[in-house]
């Protein structure tokens, strides 16, 4: 770090040490593996809002790779049913000015998009009578088409196992057809009020 001329060194220092509380997720904890899986009750309504994304990379070409992004989610007007798909619906929409590249994910384009029918994010939830909800974050408009049933083709999807009112994690995963598989664990911790 070179100091400038007439910036006190408590300043510089100051920074670099806000730098490196988001890199680890904010508010000074590290952004950690999450294991487990949500309580049956669990609501998607408290992912609502504005949030600091810390993408750690584990495996695949980016492995050790950190990426720290904005998050911003809004709960859908009505939850949003997915194509060919019984009981999933995606209940919250947003954007990101997430990197995927970054930790090795695939971009999956428009992740600043907010049309409804492919946002560039996309909350989908699966619920089932007596389990916990399955909670999906899709990352990029391609991925995030509710009238596209897909088999087949790129993915980055993170996978949400503790949620609460500071805010969520889990893992991700992301890789292409024939190509090996991204993945790592992801943070999100609410900014603001």
Not at 130 to 135: A, E, R
Request: some cysteine; charged content about 15%.
């Amino acid at each position: 770090m070179t100091r400038r001329p007439g910036v006190p060194l408590a300043v510089l220092l100051t920074a670099f040490s806000a730098a490196c509380a988001t890199l680890r997720g904010g508010g000074g904890t590290a952004c950690e593996p999450v294991n487990g899986a949500l309580a049956a009750d669990a609501s998607v309504v408290a992912m609502a809002g504005d949030f600091r994304l810390t993408v750690v990379a584990t495996r695949g070409a980016a492995a050790g790779q950190v990426a720290a992004a904005s998050l911003h989610l809004e709960v859908s007007p009505e939850p949003l049913p997915m194509a060919g798909a019984r009981d999933v619906h995606m209940e919250l929409l947003g954007t990101t000015d997430l990197a995927p590249e970054s930790v090795g994910a695939v971009n999956l384009g428009g992740l600043n998009q907010d049309d409804p029918s492919a946002p560039g994010v996309g909350v989908v939830v699966q619920r089932v009578a007596g389990s916990p909800p399955s909670v999906t974050i899709r990352v990029g408009s391609a991925g995030t088409r509710r009238d596209v049933l897909q088999f087949d083709g790129g993915y980055f999807a993170l996978f949400v196992a503790r949620l609460d009112g500071r805010g969520f994690a889990g893992s991700w995963r992301s890789a292409l057809p024939g190509e090996s598989q991204a993945g790592g664990h992801f943070c999100a911790v609410r900014v603001g009020s």
